[in-house]
């Protein structure tokens, strides 16, 4: 038996549609923080079952998305570079940077440039290529910083020479509260994302929650999951009660993973960080600290301190305001014409956990796309179990 079977399960779907429309009774705002939930809501149909006043926008969780193009460039850069090999997760070799190229198009010019499912594939690589600099680009929220961290710690202790690290990871609850506290904020309630928070606990949010009085909750993946997080923030919303509940407690403990926390807490310190396309966030990032700051790529012989990118070719993609939820991706006039998942503009048409990519593969793209129509009436007729994946 399929372990999320439960998870999926029609009927369970249809009670919790229900009770959501009984629990509703003015117009609410909630964010999915994370793309990962944004994909599965519209895969699984789920936002055509919300009953109406309950708007879903979409947050700025997709590490790949919100990557800044000077960190991007700094990557092609560094592959650039004759007996360099860059080593990433595959989404990343798609982003565009500032110039609109890539690091596959960097590849297929030459450059040596490999997909690693673990960042310790790169120290592998690294043992194996004596005569050749290694770099890993790091990126992700505090659920792939862990392993980062393991890398560093190991190639510290091993003294390896050829490898050096260059880190775009981010955390996401200084992002929650920027977007919070940003003056054209519309979010009223948090789905939370599960997988960061199995890592980092439900209760780092809580300070958040209070502060802003706002209900977080908490939330996995699945139909149920996702429909039940919404259940309780309605409920919250409407008793105006503002705290973190915990929807997802076969993965998530208030305290989260000890020992991945105490890891990213040993190699890793916050920094300011830029987002791309939402500016600045206080403490939001995660750079080396000593003495694992010895592999920064920054200290590679020619980096600048500072990298300052060109113009951005992306410049008509709206992405920074589909990340805030200001704004869905069809509203983009690019989406479906100009940025496409083959000739894409901006990251969150290029990660799989981009909101863009989300409604290309999965949404209503009809009024922007004349070729997509027929799909997304074959969508639109296909059930909730048809939907869901194997």
Same mark, same amino acid.
């Given at each position: 038996?399929?372990?999320?079977?439960?998870?999926?399960?029609?009927?369970?779907?249809?009670?919790?549609?229900?009770?959501?429309?009984?629990?509703?009774?003015?117009?609410?705002?909630?964010?999915?923080?994370?793309?990962?939930?944004?994909? +599965? #809501? @519209?895969? !699984?149909?789920?936002?055509?079952?919300?009953?109406?006043? /309950?708007? %879903?926008?979409? *947050?700025?969780?997709?590490?790949?998305?919100?990557?800044?193009?000077?960190?991007?460039?700094?990557?092609?850069?560094?592959?650039?570079?004759?007996?360099?090999?860059?080593?990433?997760?595959?989404?990343?070799?798609?982003?565009?940077?500032?110039?609109?190229?890539?690091?596959?198009?960097?590849?297929?010019?030459?450059?040596?440039?490999?997909?690693?499912?673990?960042?310790?594939?790169?120290?592998?690589?690294?043992?194996?290529?004596?005569?050749?600099?290694?770099?890993?680009?790091?990126?992700?929220?505090?659920?792939?910083?862990?392993?980062? +961290? #393991? @890398?560093? !710690?190991?190639?510290?202790?091993?003294?390896?020479?050829? /490898?050096? %690290?260059?880190? *775009?990871?981010?955390?996401?609850?200084?992002?929650?509260?920027?977007?919070?506290?940003?003056?054209?904020?519309?979010?009223?309630?948090?789905?939370?994302?599960?997988?960061?928070?199995?890592?980092?606990?439900?209760?780092?949010?809580?300070?958040?929650?209070?502060?802003?009085?706002?209900?977080?909750?908490?939330?996995?993946?699945?139909?149920?999951?996702?429909?039940?997080?919404?259940?309780?923030?309605?409920?919250?919303?409407?008793?105006?009660?503002?705290?973190?509940?915990?929807?997802?407690?076969?993965?998530?403990?208030?305290?989260?993973? +000890?020992?991945?926390?105490?890891?990213?807490?040993?190699?890793?310190?916050?920094?300011?960080? %830029?987002?791309? *396309?939402?500016?600045?966030?206080?403490?939001?990032?995660?750079?080396?600290?000593?003495?694992?700051?010895?592999?920064?790529?920054?200290?590679?012989?020619?980096?600048?301190?500072?990298?300052?990118?060109?113009?951005?070719?992306?410049?008509?993609?709206?992405?920074?305001?589909?990340?805030?939820?200001?704004?869905?991706?069809?509203?983009?006039?690019?989406?479906?014409?100009?940025?496409?998942?083959?000739?894409?503009?901006?990251?969150?048409?290029?990660?799989?956990?981009?909101?863009?990519?989300?409604?290309?593969?999965?949404?209503?793209?009809?009024?922007?796309?004349?070729?997509?129509?027929?799909?997304?009436?074959?969508?639109?007729?296909?059930?909730?179990?048809?939907?869901?994946?194997?």
């Amino acid at each position: 038996m399929n372990p999320l079977a439960p998870y999926r399960r029609p009927e369970a779907v249809q009670q919790l549609v229900g009770q959501l429309q009984q629990a509703i009774s003015r117009p609410w705002t909630l964010m999915e923080v994370c793309g990962g939930q944004t994909h +599965a #809501l @519209l895969r !699984h149909g789920l936002d055509r079952l919300l009953p109406e006043g /309950l708007e %879903l926008i979409h *947050g700025p969780g997709c590490p790949v998305c919100v990557t800044p193009a000077a960190t991007i460039d700094r990557a092609l850069e560094l592959a650039a570079r004759p007996g360099v090999i860059l080593c990433s997760y595959g989404d990343m070799l798609r982003v565009p940077g500032s110039d609109g190229r890539s690091l596959l198009d960097l590849r297929a010019a030459g450059a040596c440039v490999r997909v690693v499912t673990s960042p310790l594939d790169a120290l592998a690589i690294a043992r194996d290529s004596p005569g050749q600099q290694v770099v890993f680009f790091a990126v992700g929220f505090e659920t792939t910083a862990p392993a980062t +961290a #393991l @890398l560093a !710690h190991q190639a510290w202790c091993c003294g390896s020479s050829n /490898l050096a %690290l260059l880190v *775009g990871h981010v955390r996401i609850a200084p992002a929650m509260e920027a977007l919070l506290a940003s003056p054209h904020n519309r979010v009223q309630g948090f789905l939370a994302a599960g997988h960061v928070c199995a890592v980092m606990g439900s209760e780092e949010l809580e300070p958040l929650s209070a502060r802003f009085h706002v209900p977080v909750v908490v939330t996995g993946f699945e139909p149920v999951d996702l429909l039940e997080g919404l259940l309780r923030c309605v409920r919250q919303l409407e008793r105006g009660e503002g705290r973190v509940e915990n929807a997802y407690g076969r993965a998530c403990r208030p305290e989260g993973n +000890a020992a991945a926390r105490a890891l990213i807490a040993r190699v890793f310190e916050p920094v300011d960080q %830029l987002w791309r *396309g939402l500016g600045v966030f206080p403490a939001s990032g995660l750079r080396l600290r000593p003495p694992y700051a010895a592999l920064d790529a920054a200290r590679l012989p020619g980096q600048a301190t500072e990298h300052r990118p060109g113009p951005d070719a992306a410049a008509a993609c709206i992405s920074g305001q589909v990340l805030q939820g200001l704004a869905r991706p069809t509203a983009c006039p690019a989406f479906g014409r100009t940025c496409t998942p083959e000739r894409p503009l901006g990251a969150p048409m290029v990660s799989s956990e981009g909101a863009c990519a989300a409604y290309w593969h999965h949404g209503d793209r009809a009024e922007n796309s004349a070729a997509a129509r027929p799909l997304v009436r074959a969508a639109e007729a296909s059930s909730l179990s048809d939907k869901a994946e194997p």
